[in-house]
T-cell receptor, first 113, second 113 residues
Framework: AQKVTQAQTEISVVEKEDVTLDCVYE???????LFWYKQPPSGELVFLIR??????QNEISGRYSWNFQKSTSSFNFTITASQVVDSAVYFC??????????FGGGTRLMVKP | ETGVTQTPRHLVMGMTNKKSLKCEQH?????MYWYKQSAKKPLELMFV???????ENNSVPSRFSPECPNSSHLFLHLHTLQPEDSALYLC????????????FGAGTRLSVL
């Protein structure tokens, strides 16, 4: 069985602060994929990143960065200099060789002006 | 225009009604998914279709009936629903299996009275 845990249900920051969203996963497979999605108030889940289990390099995309640590089964997401438009629910998800994406419970991020 | 379109965006129905949710994808994908997102639970996978055949059915009650007439369209037929079925229903599509990126629609917000 696989499981994704996002321990932070809600985070509130002030604009321009950096914020890290935690994601811890469990799987018995050696090959798997990790994802982050953003869900703004409009409802649509927007794909942010996919990382496979053999690639532990950290990734940076603009103000977004991801830290994959296989040793601690974590795939954390950092937003630098947060903006009000970053306010959304963020989901971490895991997939192995099968059809199913297992989602975490989500972290609601509120960025205040 | 988004790659995955869901209609209607909002639906209110009584427990004795029959209604259908529609999903259409314009991405050339051949796998489609229905998810349920309710306030208290993580995203739950309901159905998966790959090449128009159902490959996953996560013990969903029979009052939800999916239909996939071709690789671009997916329906969810609803009948005699319960108030606890009120939720956001999300459709997604991907290129074959779920290790590939799933792209989501904006969802149908369903209220059962």
């Amino acid at each position: 069985a696989q499981k994704v845990t996002q321990a932070q249900t809600e985070i509130s920051v002030v604009e321009k602060e950096d914020v890290t969203l935690d994601c811890v996963y469990e799987t018995r497979d050696t090959t798997y994929y990790l994802f982050w999605y953003k869900q703004p108030p409009s409802g649509e889940l927007v794909f942010l990143i996919r990382r496979n289990s053999f690639d532990e390099q950290n990734e940076i995309s603009g103000r977004y960065s991801w830290n994959f640590q296989k040793s601690t089964s974590s795939f954390n997401f950092t937003i630098t200099a947060s903006q009000v438009v970053d306010s959304a629910v963020y989901f971490c998800a895991l997939n192995n060789a099968g059809n199913m994406l297992t989602f975490g419970g989500g972290t609601r991020l509120m960025v205040k002006p | 225009e988004t790659g995955v379109t869901q209609t209607p965006r909002h639906l209110v129905m009584g427990m004795t009604n029959k209604k259908s949710l529609k999903c259409e994808q314009h991405l050339g994908h051949n796998a489609m998914y229905w998810y349920k997102q309710s306030a208290k639970k993580p995203l739950e996978l309901m159905f998966v279709y790959s090449l128009e055949e159902r490959v996953e059915n996560n013990s969903v009650p029979s009052r939800f009936s999916p239909e996939c007439p071709n690789s671009s369209h997916l329906f969810l037929h609803l009948h005699t629903l319960q108030p606890e079925d009120s939720a956001l229903y999300l459709c997604a599509s991907s290129q074959r299996l779920a290790k590939n990126i799933q792209y989501f629609g904006a969802g149908t917000r369903l209220s059962v009275l």
